[in-house]
C-alpha cells in the first residue's frame, strides 16, 4: 500500500543533542512537509520541499535542518538550536498544484519527541 | 495574509443528533479547502476537500461539508453524530506562494460525541 512512514514513533532527545526524524514516501509525490503539532496550536509549518534537492523555509524553522536527496525522502534534524523542541512531528506529501487527482496533503504516523 | 480560524475549541454533542464544526477562512483566489480527522497520537486522515463545483461536498464516513463564499466559510457537518466521530477535527486551506504550495491549518476543534 502506498503511504508515508515515519520513524521512529517515540524519541527522547537530551539536552543539546541533534536527533533526525525519518519521513520516507512511496506515492510518487513531489511536494513534502514537515509540521509541529503543539497542544491548543494546530499545525505549524517547519520546512516544506517542492522538489529534489530544493526547499524552504516554513514559519518556525529555526533549530531545525533538513534535506531532500531523494524524492522519496525528507528528513528533519531538530538540532540544539531549537530551545523548546518537545512536541509532536508531523511529515506530509503533496502532488504539485496543477497536476489533476488527488489535491490534498497526506500524513504519516508522526513521530513524538520528548526532551528528558 | 492566509489563515483559517476555528471558532470553537470543543464542540459537544449527543449521540444520534447532528453536529457541526464550524471552520471560517481568508485566502486571496479561488480556495482549496480541506477538512481532516486526528486520533490520539496518530497523524491526520483526510475527510473532504472543496475544490470546485457543488457547495456540498460529501466525504468519508457520512461527514460532508458546506462551502459558503460570501461568509468564507467552510462548516463541517455530519446527520448523525456517533460515539467513534470523538475525535479532533482540522480545517486547512491550500496556499500557493512564490515557492510552491503548502497547507495552512486551522488550531483544531475537539468534538465528543456522548453517549
Known amino acids: 500500500d502506498g503511504g508515508i512512514t515515519q520513524s521512529p514513533k517515540y524519541l527522547f532527545r537530551k539536552e543539546g543533542q541533534n536527533v533526525t526524524l525519518s519521513c520516507e514516501q512511496n506515492?510518487?509525490?513531489?511536494?513534502m512537509y514537515w509540521y509541529r503539532q503543539d497542544p491548543g496550536q494546530g499545525l505549524r509549518l517547519i520546512y516544506y520541499?517542492?522538489?529534489?534537492?530544493?526547499?524552504q523555509k516554513g514559519d518556525i524553522a529555526e533549530g531545525y535542518s533538513v534535506s531532500r536527496e531523494k524524492k522519496e525522502s525528507f528528513p528533519l534534524t531538530v538540532t540544539s538550536a531549537q530551545k523548546n523542541p518537545t512536541a509532536f512531528y508531523l511529515c506530509?506529501?503533496?502532488?504539485?498544484?496543477?497536476?489533476?487527482?488527488?489535491?490534498?496533503?497526506?500524513f504519516g504516523q508522526g513521530t513524538r519527541l520528548t526532551v528528558v | 495574509a492566509q489563515s483559517v480560524a476555528q471558532p470553537e475549541d470543543q464542540v459537544n454533542v449527543a449521540e444520534g443528533n447532528p453536529l457541526t464544526v464550524k471552520c471560517t477562512y481568508s485566502?486571496?483566489?479561488?480556495?482549496?479547502l480541506f477538512w481532516y480527522v486526528q486520533y490520539p497520537n496518530r497523524g491526520l486522515q483526510f475527510l473532504l476537500k472543496?475544490?470546485?463545483?457543488?457547495?456540498l461536498v460529501k466525504g468519508s464516513y457520512g461527514f460532508e461539508a458546506e462551502f459558503n463564499k460570501s461568509q468564507t466559510s467552510f462548516h463541517l457537518k455530519k446527520p448523525s453524530a456517533l460515539v467513534s466521530d470523538s475525535a479532533l477535527y482540522f480545517c486547512?486551506?491550500?496556499?500557493?506562494?512564490?515557492?510552491?504550495?503548502?497547507?495552512?491549518f486551522g488550531p483544531g476543534t475537539r468534538l465528543s460525541v456522548l453517549p
Open positions: 506530509a506529501s503533496s502532488s504539485p498544484p496543477g497536476k489533476t487527482g488527488k489535491t490534498e496533503a497526506f
Open positions: 506515492l510518487n509525490h513531489d511536494a
Open positions: 520541499s517542492q522538489i529534489v534537492n530544493d526547499f
Open positions: 485566502v486571496s483566489g479561488n480556495p482549496y
Open positions: 472543496y475544490i470546485t463545483g457543488d457547495n
Open positions: 486547512a486551506v491550500r496556499v500557493l506562494d512564490n515557492y510552491g504550495q503548502n497547507f495552512v
